[in-house]
């Protein structure tokens, strides 16, 4: 029996109705080859999750990949910011934190979002997403922080700019307060 890499996956996932997951388990006793895919979806799967949990990685993603990722068992907080709010926002032990931007971005081909933020004792910083990933099915600009990486702000204020060319889309505010 042949098993396509989609099917792997998600059976790496525990996603597969339990009839299908034990053929697929029987022909991984019988196909070397499916075994060894196996496996490298398996250390694949390790090493984001390394990236990730150390920090080292700082994207958009979707609503559903974020699902996936709670699904996983990674420890999330998620804020959710209409233009012009300020919204108030900490952070315990997660391990993630997803910042939602909610707006109307069904009929722009491309957004940029540009960070400014005020930290407390330390400065000011910036950060630019060029071309960000929009999640149009729900209408959301979904960026993805390191846990590690928030908890060591200081006070801070953020301020998140979504632009299309010369058209401003919206602004969004944070403003961080450190866990105590």
């Known amino acids: 029996m042949t098993v396509g890499l989609e099917e792997l996956i998600r059976y790496w996932q525990g996603e ?5 997951e034990a053929e697929v388990e029987e ?5 070397m080859a499916t ?6 979806i398996a250390r694949l799967d390790a090493g984001v999750r390394a990236v990730v949990s150390a920090g080292a990685l700082r994207s958009g993603l979707t609503v559903q ?17 209409d233009p012009g709010q300020i919204v108030p926002c900490s952070i315990a032990e997660e ?14 081909e491309r957004v940029d979002v540009g960070m400014e933020g005020q930290l407390e004792g330390v400065g000011p910083m910036s950060e630019r997403y060029d071309d960000a990933p929009v999640d149009r099915r729900a209408g959301e ?3 993805v922080y390191p846990g590690d990486r928030i908890r060591a702000l200081p006070r801070s204020q953020f301020r998140y700019t ?3 060319g010369d058209r401003q889309l ?9 866990a105590s």
């Open 27 to 31: 022909a991984l006793f019988e196909d």
């Open 162 to 164: 979504v632009t299309s």
């Open 95 to 108: 391990d993630l934190v997803v910042i939602r931007l909610r707006g109307d971005f069904a009929n722009v």
């Open 16 to 20: 597969l109705p339990p009839e299908r």
């Open 65 to 81: 990949a974020v699902e996936g990722l709670e699904q996983a068992g990674l420890r999330i907080r998620t804020y959710q910011i």
């Open 35 to 40: 075994a060894r895919r196996l496996e490298a």
């Open 141 to 143: 600009i979904v960026l």
């Open 170 to 178: 919206g602004e969004f505010r944070l403003d961080h307060t450190p």
